[in-house]
């Protein structure tokens, strides 16, 4: 087994609590980018908001957003790959949520938009350093024809646990439903999902399956951990993921993405 490429999820991950890459964690993918590796980002994150990192890195290879609803040539921003959730569904998802109370986000190409600012936009500004507007979510679903990328439910974790099984029940066969954080659950089109967008990139390079390796620490990497020849959970990870990855490393505070790399691209350790 030689590892030609690996998918690194973005937050809680290859970024630290501080939303910053570590130096170390750079050096480690600069170098086995070097040695000929394919290093891209495996996120839940928009493009515009995942772009910055992909040039700090140096990534020009397709990234995976919107947990793989959209590829994107890192630099560039060619579209490679777009599956979006219908607007007549979305329409309905987003009028469940809002009249149960929770916040919603919907996510159309590099835009956010909610019904209402409140505290949950203002703390998703500050971690995704994006800008979110303020509209009718119905009258722009409805002059939508194609449909969004994202549903973004905002919530305390207890309030989003009681409400995931009846979104599932009702719309499961019609959205992907996961976790990225305690506080996020997060809606794509049902055929979506970072294992499958990965899967996709390694058939696009010709890299067999046990030749990748995925890092990521939350139920939204769960497929693409699983898909990998070698999976890593991150020390901070979900216990759950950690039970079914092949491999758990340090934190995303004690650079596990470098160690990784360092051990399993680099062979140092």
Same mark, same amino acid.
């Given at each position: 087994?030689?590892?030609?490429?690996?998918? $690194?999820? =973005?937050?809680?991950?290859?970024?630290?609590?501080?939303?910053?890459?570590?130096?170390?964690?750079?050096?480690?993918?600069?170098?086995?980018?070097?040695?000929?590796?394919? $290093?891209?980002?495996?996120?839940? !994150?928009?493009?515009?908001?995942?772009?910055?990192?992909?040039?700090?890195?140096?990534?020009?290879?397709?990234?995976?957003?919107?947990?793989?609803?959209?590829?994107?040539?890192?630099?560039?921003?060619?579209?490679?790959?777009?599956?979006?959730?219908?607007?007549?569904?979305?329409? +309905?998802?987003?009028?469940?949520?809002?009249? =149960?109370?929770?916040?919603?986000?919907?996510?159309? !190409?590099?835009?956010?938009?909610?019904?209402?600012? %409140?505290?949950?936009?203002?703390?998703?500004?500050?971690?995704?350093?994006?800008?979110?507007?303020?509209?009718?979510?119905?009258?722009?679903?409805?002059?939508?024809?194609?449909?969004?990328?994202?549903?973004?439910?905002?919530?305390?974790?207890?309030?989003?646990?009681?409400?995931?099984?009846?979104? !599932?029940?009702?719309?499961?066969?019609?959205?992907?439903?996961?976790?990225?954080?305690?506080?996020?659950? +997060? $809606?794509?089109?049902?055929?979506?999902?970072?294992?499958?967008?990965?899967?996709?990139?390694?058939?696009?390079?010709?890299?067999?399956?046990?030749?990748?390796?995925?890092?990521?620490?939350?139920? %939204?990497?769960?497929? $693409?951990?699983?898909?990998?020849?070698?999976?890593?959970?991150?020390?901070?990870?979900?216990?759950?993921?950690?039970?079914?990855?092949?491999?758990?490393?340090?934190?995303?505070?004690?650079?596990?993405?470098?160690?990784?790399? +360092? !051990?399993?691209?680099?062979?140092?350790?």
């Amino acid at each position: 087994m030689a590892i030609r490429l690996v998918a $690194m999820d =973005l937050d809680d991950t290859l970024l630290r609590d501080d939303w910053t890459i570590s130096p170390r964690v750079v050096n480690a993918i600069q170098k086995a980018q070097a040695q000929g590796v394919k $290093m891209t980002i495996a996120t839940g !994150r928009m493009p515009i908001s995942t772009r910055p990192y992909a040039e700090q890195l140096g990534l020009d290879v397709p990234v995976i957003t919107y947990h793989g609803a959209m590829i994107q040539q890192a630099l560039s921003g060619d579209i490679l790959y777009r599956r979006v959730i219908p607007s007549a569904v979305a329409a +309905e998802i987003v009028q469940d949520v809002l009249s =149960l109370g929770a916040h919603a986000q919907v996510y159309l !190409r590099n835009r956010v938009i909610v019904q209402e600012l %409140n505290k949950w936009s203002q703390k998703y500004e500050q971690i995704a350093s994006v800008h979110i507007e303020e509209a009718d979510l119905f009258s722009l679903l409805s002059q939508e024809p194609e449909g969004i990328e994202k549903i973004l439910l905002m919530a305390e974790e207890s309030e989003l646990d009681q409400l995931a099984p009846s979104l !599932r029940q009702r719309y499961g066969d019609k959205v992907h439903i996961t976790k990225s954080k305690p506080t996020f659950l +997060e $809606m794509t089109d049902c055929s979506v999902n970072k294992g499958v967008a990965l899967a996709a990139l390694a058939q696009l390079f010709g890299i067999h399956q046990e030749d990748v390796m995925a890092i990521g620490d939350s139920f %939204n990497d769960l497929e $693409m951990i699983k898909y990998a020849g070698i999976g890593v959970a991150m020390g901070n990870a979900r216990t759950e993921i950690k039970d079914l990855a092949n491999i758990v490393t340090s934190t995303n505070e004690e650079d596990g993405v470098a160690e990784a790399i +360092e !051990r399993f691209v680099l062979n140092k350790i």
